[in-house]
């Protein structure tokens, strides 16, 4: 919390002091009317006392009873009128100070989020982050904004009342004040017990976010699989999961509330008997002097007014620990260094010809196993290389490590000769187009997702890269042309017409290099042709690096790198490589739908490889989701 102001409280401040003081003034403001009401009725009503108000000169005051009261009565009133406009003051300062807060913290902490290594991502659930950057930023909000000044508002209620009740009879004080050290230990013992339970909470808000997200985003396989009963089921799972971390706070509050009420109850009781007993009989022992009714019935009145704000510290404290909560859950997230960033001297890679080297590397994700080792080949400027391999042989990753998602654990990735450590992030990255199997497409329009990335082309820019794409036609042919929406993840489209786009935004934001993850998937020959020309054209003068499954863009490759099991096994053209007669040649004559020619040894080995890739896999999102503390694998 003392983090959150020194990092986000200075600015705004201003507003955060105007709501502040409108709030311990309108809380100083309120005893006024009891205080007035207890002098008007020993001074005016009873006249056993002269009229006289604290702080305030006696020769300011009026002198006639009828002056005393009408000046009692405007006082009340004024006293009134002026707690609602500091209270109006105290709403408009506090709340524009903590939106202005809660909107600096949330744009602060996706940019933290954006800058964050993909290995985050792997394991990190969505729901979770997402819980971050809306629930928890919420709560951050709701702390500055009546919290914090409510926690004030208590602090100065307790502190003047108290001076009041002084003031009015020291004595009969010290009977009301006696709750307050009582109050204070039990409290403290209460934002220790639920401070975990807060955790808690805020972690299983994360886990069902996480479930329902996931479950939206895949409500085509849902259906289709007739899983809705299982998913319901799984999500109540997480549903009940928060409502009973949730019921451990409630009950722990509700222990807690009552309790503080009970506590200032008795004190008001003691108050109310001591002092009654005080007037009728006399001054009870240890207890002197004299106890008017007037006077009684102030003090009784700001025992209320000090007993209500004791009683209400609960929601304070709650409030508190919640929000403490969700300040270490985002400062966590902000705190958490990059591996992958710029180096303080990093250059820009401007105007590149566009030569790649992989160097000796090996490479192995958070799961420790190596997925790469010492793979080295290169690719010259305007040169198209093949990976081409197995499953799960690391191809996707080559192409990750030359994007710098990941770095690798030996050996260099150099682009024009430079290691693309060395080199700014945003410079390596706009210099290589990524064309997926897996398209995405932001949820706007064709043109928004065409120009992404390349937001200062033109009309005719764009037209001529859609051409080129062939998805001119296709998209001509949508209800709106170019404005046409396309839904979230481009539901409303082919994933041949998607891909096409794709391919369109990579020609707009003309790289020098060009990644390739080609689809594996079938579309029709027709598409095909379109796509595998369109990927021509896009290619052409472009140093390319393709993960290949067709046998068309292999065929045509300067190079083909074969990998197996994270390992340079073959490189060559295609036909050095079929006169080898080793992997490639299996695989080519797999695809071409011709084994006869092909050892039996290799096809055992690829079907092994294939399963051992999918036990991999399978071990890694079973690891990923129980280091989480998620559901079960
Ligand atoms: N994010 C990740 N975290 C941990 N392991 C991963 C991750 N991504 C991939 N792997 C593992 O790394 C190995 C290489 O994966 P990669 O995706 O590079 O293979 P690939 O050759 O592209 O496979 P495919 O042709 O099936 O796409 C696989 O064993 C895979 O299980």
């Known amino acids: 919390m003392v983090r959150l102001f020194a990092e986000y409280g200075r600015e705004n401040l201003a507003w955060f002091v105007v709501g502040l003081l409108a709030s311990v003034l309108g809380r100083l403001i309120a005893v006024v009317p009891a205080l007035v009401l207890g002098v008007a009725i020993d001074a005016v009503f009873f006249r056993n006392t002269a009229y006289a108000l604290p702080l305030v000169p006696s020769s300011w005051l009026p002198t006639t009873v009828s002056g005393q009261f009408w000046l009692s009565f405007w006082l009340v009133i004024g006293a009134f009128v002026g707690g609602v406009a500091l209270s109006w003051v105290q709403g408009l300062g506090l709340a524009v100070y903590s939106n202005r807060v809660q909107h600096a913290v949330r744009v602060d902490t996706y940019d933290a989020l954006q800058r964050l290594d993909m290995a985050f991502f792997d394991d990190k659930q969505t729901g979770q982050v997402l819980s971050i950057l809306d629930g928890d930023v919420r709560n951050l909000r709701t702390f500055l904004d ?47 017990t639920i401070r975990p339970l807060y955790r808690a909470l805020r972690e299983s808000v994360g886990a069902l976010n996480t479930r329902i997200e996931n479950n939206v985003s895949g409500m085509e396989v849902i259906k289709a699989s007739a899983t809705e009963d299982y998913e319901t089921d799984r999500v109540a799972d997480a549903s009940m999961d928060y409502y009973r971390r949730a019921l451990a706070v409630v009950r722990l509050d509700y222990l807690y509330q009552p309790s503080m009420e009970l506590l200032a109850g008795v004190a008001f009781a003691a108050t109310f008997a001591i002092g009654g007993v005080w007037l009728i009989f006399g001054p009870p022992a240890p207890f002197t002097g004299d106890l008017l009714v007037g006077e009684f019935v102030t003090f009784l009145f700001m025992t209320q007014r000090f007993i209500d704000p004791l009683s209400g510290a609960g929601r304070i404290v709650n409030s508190y620990e919640n929000a403490r909560a969700s300040g270490e859950r985002i400062f966590g997230l902000a705190d958490r260094e990059a591996v992958v960033r710029d180096a303080s001297d990093a250059e820009s890679l401007d105007a590149i010809d566009g030569r790649i080297e992989f160097d000796g590397v090996s490479f192995a994700y958070a799961t420790g196993r190596e997925v790469l080792r010492d793979v080295s080949f290169t690719a010259e400027p305007g040169e198209t290389v093949a990976l081409v391999g197995p499953t799960g042989a690391g191809k996707s990753t080559v192409a990750k490590l030359l994007l710098r998602l990941y770095e690798p654990t030996n050996g260099a990735v150099r682009v024009d000769g430079r290691d693309v450590r060395g080199v700014e992030l945003r410079s390596l990255r706009e210099a290589i187009g990524y064309v997926s199997q897996d398209v995405y497409l932001f949820d706007g329009t064709v043109r928004e997702n065409l120009l992404y990335g390349a937001f200062d082309a033109t009309e005719a820019e764009m037209v001529a890269a859609a051409e080129a794409a062939e998805a001119h036609e296709f998209v001509s042919r949508l209800p709106e042309g170019y404005d046409t929406r396309i839904g979230e993840r481009g539901v409303k489209l082919s994933g041949g017409q998607r891909q096409r786009l794709s391919i369109a935004r990579a020609m707009l934001q003309d790289p020098r290099i060009l990644v390739l993850d080609e689809a594996t998937s079938a579309v029709d020959t027709e598409t095909e042709l379109l796509i595998q020309r369109a990927l021509d054209r896009l290619s052409a003068g472009r140093t390319t690096l393709v993960i290949a499954h067709r046998l068309s863009t292999v065929r045509r490759a300067d190079a083909i790198v074969v990998l197996d099991e994270g390992e340079v096994v073959e490189s060559g053209t295609h036909d050095e490589l079929v006169e080898l007669g080793g992997l490639y040649a299996t695989l080519w004559g797999i695809q071409a739908g011709d084994v006869s020619g092909v050892s039996t040894d290799i096809l055992a080995r690829l079907v092994e490889r294939s399963r051992a890739a999918d036990e991999a896999d399978a071990d890694r999102i079973a690891d990923g989701v129980t280091a989480d503390g998620g559901e079960d694998a």
Request: hydrophobic share 70%.
């Open 146 to 192: 009546s919290t914090l000044s409510g926690g004030l508002q208590l602090v100065v209620a307790v502190v003047g009342i108290a001076g009041v009740l002084f003031y009015l009879n020291a004595q009969l004080a010290v009977v009301t004040l006696v709750a307050v050290p009582l109050l204070a230990v039990f409290t403290i013992w209460f934002m220790r």
